[in-house]
């Protein structure tokens, strides 16, 4: 069990309040790593969202030359890796930090330290990446970075190398940040929260901990490989040598296929926390829904060569992989009735979150729908590489992560901060971010199919191509502008906002149960659960409301010790793997690997409390 | 609560004009007038076999969209919340419900499926019909192809008789490439060192451009071809003109100091004739695309910038500044070297050659 166990009855002082730049470098609670992963994230996010504004300047008419071609394709990688690795994931991990301790009714995650540690890494990865503008040489082969183009023939520059050194940064992060929520799902939970009670959210980030630290290690291992060829002369996936460029996109899809499930079940969570509290009635089929969720998680990873159909694998495979995409729409339908099934017979209440949330329904499923479609090889062989694809893709990973994701910070933005978002603002960057998402991407079904291939810095004017590219690209500035409304709104409500009380929805989950935001030890009194919708139960069982919870001392509870080893040892591990980037330069790795040694040693032997 | 509701009604009231304004529009765009490049519009076998399964998709997805939207914009107006409402009925969900909702789309992705298999198995077998073989090669970033049967080699340009099928047979020179004609097949991926296969026949005679569709570094956007699709007597022409204007001795050297010659001596001594080879008849494969017929292509620089004087100046004077990234280097040529190499190419033109057809088609 971990030092935070509940119960644990000691003598402690209440913890002081935490203040100053310090206290953030050092803190180990994971309301504040929350916090730092959400604003971190979020400025990547609107990086990304720049470098997605610039390529659709550039494409707005045929034959621009607003960005050269190196500029575009450096764009459109680093648009695609931020997006992933520094946009939504770690916006997902925000809320597995601070919401699933609270939704299980623990006091922190289970490795606080290790928490720590995951977010500094991640920060430093995120800055390695971003760091190759700087040397002009940002990645520029796709964030899919198909060999043999990887290979120091034909891309010489650092390019590539940056790439492989952020992302070995960032799966360190990721996997151990998947390793602390996966023992705090199953360690932490309060007494009675049986598994088929944990609210839907804590369900599907179980899951995604699962596909991540399943599937990180394979792009680990095939990053290394393609390390290896550039610097030190193999030839995994280099033809002259013997090698085998479609190696690369096995092991690259066998990652990338559950990635797009580790980045989209986290938002199935949020939603599903979601639509059931603004529509008054429980969630519609818990355990189908469950389920669901580990069916598709189990068929993710048998499916990822339906990203190589038109490599020419033969009819058995086309066919054998076709199929099991095709089983993936199952239960993915399973999943949108039930959503449809929550809200039906609802009583449904219209504040922002809900809008979000049921925006995701409705635009996920569109995304859904075009992913069938080219599940079936000879439609994926005019779609796969056209802008169709592109329009897919965004339909689930906009249309559904992001609009589900910006629904969870609505619906939880009171939690964290003790202030309500304003309602009309929310309105207002709804329907922005509606209109502008659908005239942005929904014309890109219709330049795919009439033959605009993906990843092009430009086009002719003789395709046709150009009036549906104007029109996406006016849709892009509304939606830049919607964030522009949320960036307003969030700073107008932190400063000015109405005061939010413990529990402004009305939700069912335990973290509406204490004071917002919650105090550092999150439950003065370890909670006891013995039904799904815990705050519900307790409110019927009180006539209709519960009294708003008291702020209380926190003497006698014991709180792990802030700590700077974490950030310590990250800034050792991000050092050790940016010698390797440094041509392998073997004084840089091993100062890397001389503070991480000395950061391991001194955060286990730090005492507990000093 | 009472605030919200008003204006969802307000807003309400526009969703359908929204709708049908949107669905004219996006009816509209999937017209495929206009797009040369399109998918929708298939003009050979394999093309045709590959949209009959999108359609198939596409409409049942058309349907299931309407359901799906349409039960979830129903619900969100029926069941909006009023102040005071009592707390609704508290469904825990149902179990028939989720079989049937688990067994309908299973049926119907049967009906997507079953096509599936059939046409994944119909278009692996190429033909056996006497197929013209024609090799295809990607380079960075250009597309060479190569006629087996008749010994010959060209570029940017496919060429292909009507009525018969062609079998294609593609690989890579350097990094992975995607051959995608739209109208006439889908895509295959290139690799190095393996033989990826594609087939498809034609029945219209036309010009089908097509491009790479894998991303291959700095001009990927720029790697188009055109197939020129020739009614079979046409192409014969074609063909023996290509491999005439290979042998220009045949039609006699240039005149000495003609604009042509001092072209061809510059050709011969500007390093062009480093990269690029003037005959189409069984030459290798070089750094740069075959020239022999370069004269009469529709396009320079791989299959986008139209085949004008005024392009073939601007590419010869700064190769550069016109395809950045490109193998070619600038050569420093002058404006008077640039109008002679123009002549001279311009000379490398195919001159369809219907009197010799009868004495050289016969190849088959």
Known sequence: MSTIAMGHAGTEAAPAEKKGLWSWITTVDHKRIGILYGVTAFLFFLLGGLEALLIRW??????????????????????????????VMPLSAMFFNYFIPLQIGARDVAFPRLNAYSYWVFLFGGLVLNASFLFNAAPDMGWFAYANLTSKQFSP?????????????????????????????????????????MPMFV????ITQVLLLLAFPIITVALVLLMLDRNFGTHFFVPSGGGDPVLWQHLFWLFGHPEVYILILPAFGVVSE???????KPLFGYAAMVFSGCFIAFLGFGVWSHHMFATGMGPMADTVFSLGTMLI??????????????????????????????????????????GVMHASPPADL??????????????????????????????WFPKMTGRMLSEGLGKVHFWLMFLGFNLTFAPMHILGLNGMPRRVYTYSAGMGFGFWNAIETAGSLILGFSFLVFIWNILKSLRSGAVAPADPWHGATLEWSIPSPPQEWNFAVEPTVDSRDPLWERRRANGGTLPEPARVSGKGIHLPSPSYWPIVTAFGTALTLVGFLMHVNLAVILAGVAITMIGIFSWAFEPADH | MALRIPSLRRAARWVPALCVTLAM??????????????????????????????RRSFQLATIVFFLVEGALVWALFRFRGKPGDAEPEQNHGNTVLEVVWTAIP?????????????????TAEVPTDNPLVIEVTGHQWWWEFRYPEYNLVTAGDMHVPTGRTVDLRMTTGDVLHSFWTPQLAGKRDVFPKRDNRLWFKTETPGTYPGQCAEFCGTQHARMAFQVIAQAPADFDAWRVGLAAVSAPADSGAPAPDSLVARGQQLFATKACVGCHAVSAVGAPTMVGPNLAGVGSRSDIASGWLPNTDENLARWLKNPQAVKSGVLMPNLGLTDEEITALIAYLRSLSVVPAPGAVAMTATGN
């Open chain 1, 58 to 87: 550039q494409l707005g008419a045929p034959d621009k030359t607003f960005l050269s071609p190196e500029a575009y394709n450096q764009l459109f990688t680093m648009h695609g890796t931020t997006m992933i690795f520094l946009g």
């Open chain 2, 25 to 54: 529009l996006a009816l509209a765009g999937c017209s495929p007038d206009g797009y040369p490049q399109t998918t929708l519009a298939p003009k050979a076998d394999f093309a045709e076999l590959l949209d009959q399964v999108f």
């Open chain 1, 382 to 411: 005019q779609q796969t590489d056209s802008y169709f694809i592109v329009a897919h893709f965004h339909y689930v990973l906009f249309g559904g992560s992001i609009f589900a994701l910006t629904a969870g910070a609505y619906y």
């Open chain 1, 274 to 280: 979601i639509l059931p509290v603004f529509s008054r």
């Open chain 1, 157 to 197: 520059g650092l390019n590539v190398d940056f790439w492989i050194i952020g992302l070995q940064i960032l799966g360190i992060a990721s996997l151990a940040a998947a390793v602390n929520f996966f023992v705090t799902i199953i360690n932490l939970r309060a007494p009675g929260m049986k598994m088929m009670r």
């Open chain 1, 329 to 370: 729409a199952i239960p993915t339908g399973v999943k949108i009735f039930n959503w449809i099934g929550t809200v039906w017979g609802g009583s449904i209440q219209y504040k922002t979150p809900m809008y979000f949330a049921l925006g995701f329904v409705a635009m996920f499923i569109i995304g859904g729908l075009s």
């Open chain 2, 106 to 122: 299973a049926v119907i992705l049967v009906f997507i499926a079953v096509p599936t298999v059939q046409t994944i198995f119909k």
């Open chain 1, 203 to 206: 369900w599907m980030s179980l």
